[in-house]
């Protein structure tokens, strides 16, 4: 059974940094294409972050330059680090995995910005 688990949330203020985590069970991360996605009260969810098994990275042009997405393989898991937060960051963030027609979700971690 495949699980995804973020952790790393929290409440920091704004100029902050977290670094969210995701470790996988049941799936090689290295093997699928994987991203961060955020969803803000009242908003749908949005893209943040991919990376592909080639190891290949893109963003969301409104994290471009704060964040950073990673994958460590000896340890089957993505990160996020997430410098400069902003209010705007404010955001339940949910990790996710992809290969073929196998769709995975995490759970979902609140990261809140606020002075």
């Known amino acids: 059974q495949v699980q995804l688990v973020e952790s790393g949330g929290g409440l920091v203020q704004p100029g902050g940094s977290l670094r969210l985590s995701c470790p996988a069970s049941?799936?090689?991360?290295?093997?699928?294409?994987s991203a961060w996605y955020r969803q803000a009260p009242g908003k749908q969810r949005e893209f943040v972050a991919e990376?592909?098994?080639?190891?290949?990275?893109d963003y969301a042009d409104s994290v471009k330059g704060r964040f950073t997405i990673s994958r460590d393989n000896t340890k089957n898991t993505m990160y996020l680090q997430m410098n400069s937060l902003k209010p705007e960051d404010t955001a339940v963030y949910y990790c996710y995995a992809r290969r073929m027609t196998s769709i995975y979700w995490g759970q979902g971690t609140q990261v809140t910005v606020s002075s």
């Open positions: 990376i592909t098994t080639g190891g290949v990275t």
């Open positions: 049941g799936m090689i991360f290295s093997m699928y294409y």
